[in-house]
C-alpha cells in the first residue's frame, strides 16, 4: 500500500511540475492556462509527458494551424469547437 501512495505522490508532482511549465509558457503570450479547456488542458500535461511542455505547447499549435488550413470558413467558435473535439478524442485513446 506504501507503494501506491510513493508512486501517487511522484505522479502529482509530476503533474504539477509540468503544469507549472505549461502556465510559464502560456503565460509569456498573455494566456492563463488555468483558464483553458479542461480537454486542452488534459492534452497538453499527457503530451508534455512524453516530450516537454514548449513540445506540448508546438504540437497544440500544429494541430489548430491544421484546423484552420483545413477548414478556412469556421468561425473562431466553431474552429475551437473542432480543435476540442479533436483533442477529446485523442485523450480517449491515450486512457
Known amino acids: 500500500m ?8 511522484a505522479n502529482v508532482s509530476e503533474y504539477k511540475r509540468l503544469q507549472h511549465e505549461l502556465t510559464v509558457i502560456f503565460e509569456s503570450s498573455g494566456v492563463n492556462f488555468m ?4 480537454e486542452i488542458t488534459k492534452f497538453l ?3 508534455a509527458r512524453e ?4 513540445g506540448a505547447v508546438s504540437k497544440l499549435n500544429e494541430l489548430s494551424n491544421i484546423i484552420d488550413s483545413k477548414f478556412p470558413n469556421l468561425t473562431q ?8 473535439r479533436n483533442l477529446t478524442d485523442i485523450n480517449k485513446m491515450e486512457e
Open 77 to 84: 467558435e466553431q474552429a475551437q469547437k473542432l480543435l476540442i
Open 2 to 9: 506504501m507503494g501506491f501512495f510513493k508512486q501517487w505522490t
Open 45 to 47: 500535461v499527457g503530451l
Open 35 to 38: 483558464h483553458l479547456h479542461p
Open 51 to 54: 516530450i516537454g511542455a514548449a
